[in-house]
């Protein structure tokens, strides 16, 4: 109900001038006590569990009225890396640095080994469609399991260790540390359809399908994401788009975590910069942009109607040991607000537009916005207020959503301009 909405996040957690909460979202109780792994929200429910580097998954239920509950934990012999939860909700994965995936049942608080492999796991995700979970690892293999037999049902030879992985049926999308992008179409789970080298020039950190399994968005260390369609015959629609930056001391963050709104199919970045950014890829536009903690945000979920965003505030070891000077480890509860997360065609330029004078930076490099000024890779060029595409016979055609004012947007078809140079490009 609206009513119940409106309540949550009504009484504010920590200040709004607290460095590790600048953005005054509630803070989880009780959370965890070093670095923040993953979260993961129930399918149907608004129970949120988190896994760390303190060895524990913990659970707690978030009511609408703003109470947050603490509910229990579990622990495993090393560090929790991924954790999954099952199509009931009855049921919590985990898996990390012990080699193990386990099955914590809520209900009698019991937890039990359904998976081995020979190496940290990495990432998990249980299939409801095909009643298994999956699991990718460091031992560079993926498994499926049924979690009644010690064996996987299924394995899968990786060119190297799973860096990053989605899976919403029937798309499974599995990022390597060698940049390749193994995508698998899950009726056929035992061998991928097809294999993609990222269009990202630096390593892999994230990966989230889209909602309507179309295609995903790849996000990187070097402060960008690309947004890929599966099929071949939408390659035009693909591009990418610089983030997580601070253009006044030209200091590049890590995307370290990207998820969809389970409604509009916008979706957040959160960043080595202790930012989180709403985004519209339909409209090439940055809807909210959120102060920055005072820590890197290591990962996210919205919950299963997105009208909370929950993410955590701790450490991820991007800028060495030398630096770890902030030791929060914190779970922060953000109540979305409809106009944050709901596209807006109407609008752009985006709510990331700034006004003022100098350069676009368009996917590379930068393009003077002096009158008639183009890009000649994409063909766009600068006409008044705002970048448009160039037809072949010279006229100006369609307009370029956002692209002089937001971050970033590159060039949809070729990627010309993601990897060129102010040298490469004469401008």
């Known amino acids: 109900p609206r009513a119940e909405r409106t309540m949550f996040g009504a009484s504010p957690g920590v200040g709004a001038t607290n460095p590790s909460n600048p953005n005054n979202d509630m803070v989880v109780p009780n959370g965890p006590t070093d670095?923040?792994?993953?979260?993961?929200?129930?399918?149907?429910?608004?129970?949120?569990?988190?896994?760390?580097?303190?060895?524990?998954?913990?659970?707690?239920?978030?009511?609408?009225?703003?109470?947050?509950?603490?509910?229990?934990?579990?622990?495993?012999?090393?560090?929790?890396?991924?954790?999954?939860?099952?199509?009931?909700?009855?049921?919590?994965?985990?898996?990390?640095?012990?080699?193990?995936?386990?099955?914590?049942?809520?209900?009698?608080?019991?937890?039990?080994?359904?998976?081995?492999?020979?190496?940290?796991?990495?990432?998990?995700?249980?299939?409801?469609?095909?009643?298994?979970?999956?699991?990718?690892?460091?031992?560079?293999?993926?498994r499926y399991w049924d979690c009644r037999a010690p064996q996987p049902v299924a394995q899968v030879a990786l060119s190297e260790r799973v860096y990053c992985m989605d899976a919403t049926h029937p798309l499974l999308t599995v990022g390597t540390a060698d940049r390749k992008v193994h995508i698998f179409d899950l009726s056929t789970p035992q061998k991928a359809f097809r294999e993609i080298e990222s269009p990202l020039k630096y390593q892999s950190r994230c990966v989230a399908n889209f909602t309507d399994r179309s295609g995903f968005c790849l996000g990187s260390v070097e402060g960008r994401v690309a947004v890929q369609h599966v099929a071949p015959g939408q390659a035009a629609k693909n591009f990418a788009f610089k983030c997580h930056r601070e253009n006044t001391t030209s200091d590049i963050w890590a995307v370290n975590w990207i998820a969809f709104h389970p409604a509009h199919g916008t979706f957040a970045t959160l960043g080595a910069d202790g930012s989180y950014n709403f985004w519209d890829k339909d409209n090439r536009q940055r809807l909210k942009e959120f102060k920055k903690c005072n820590v890197p945000l290591t990962c996210g979920a919205f919950n299963h109607d997105?009208?909370?965003?929950?993410?955590?505030?701790?450490?991820?070891?991007?800028?060495?040991?030398?630096?770890?000077?902030?030791?929060?480890?914190?779970?922060?509860?953000?109540?979305?607000?409809?106009?944050e997360v709901k596209p807006n065609p109407s609008n752009p330029e985006g709510e990331g537009a700034e006004a003022g004078a100098g350069d676009a930076?368009?996917?590379?490099?930068r393009i003077?916005?002096?009158?008639?000024?183009?890009?000649?890779?994409?063909?766009?060029?600068?006409?008044?207020?705002?970048?448009?595409s160039l037809?072949?016979?010279?006229?100006?055609?369609?307009?370029?959503?956002?692209?002089?004012?937001?971050?970033?947007?590159?060039?949809?078809?070729?990627?010309?301009?993601?990897?060129?140079?102010?040298a490469d490009s004469g401008l």
């Not at 016979?393 to 060129?420: I, K, N, Q, V, Y």
Request: glycine share 12%; charged share 20%; hydrophobic share 35%.
């Open 35 to 142: 670095g923040i792994s993953c979260l993961r929200w129930a399918p149907k429910s608004n129970l949120l569990v988190a896994g760390s580097w303190d060895n524990q998954i913990r659970c707690w239920d978030v009511q609408m009225t703003g109470q947050i509950i603490p509910k229990a934990a579990q622990g495993h012999d090393a560090p929790i890396l991924c954790c999954a939860w099952s199509g009931d909700g009855m049921r919590v994965f985990s898996a990390g640095c012990d080699k193990q995936a386990k099955c914590w049942d809520l209900a009698s608080n019991q937890m039990m080994q359904v998976g081995q492999h020979d190496a940290p796991i990495r990432h998990m995700y249980w299939i409801q469609e095909m009643n298994c979970l999956v699991t990718g690892g460091w031992d560079k293999t993926l």
């Open 368 to 388: 003077g916005r002096g009158a008639g000024a183009s890009c000649p890779p994409c063909r766009w060029r600068w006409l008044p207020g705002r970048w448009r």
């Open 361 to 365: 930076r368009a996917g590379g490099f």
């Open 391 to 422: 037809t072949t016979s010279g006229r100006a055609g369609a307009s370029r959503p956002g692209l002089a004012d937001t971050e970033g947007w590159a060039a949809s078809d070729s990627r010309m301009c993601a990897g060129r140079s102010p």
């Open 306 to 339: 997105g009208v909370i965003f929950a993410y955590a505030a701790s450490y991820d070891w991007s800028r060495g040991a030398e630096n770890y000077t902030v030791k929060t480890n914190q779970i922060l509860l953000h109540p979305v607000q409809e106009k």
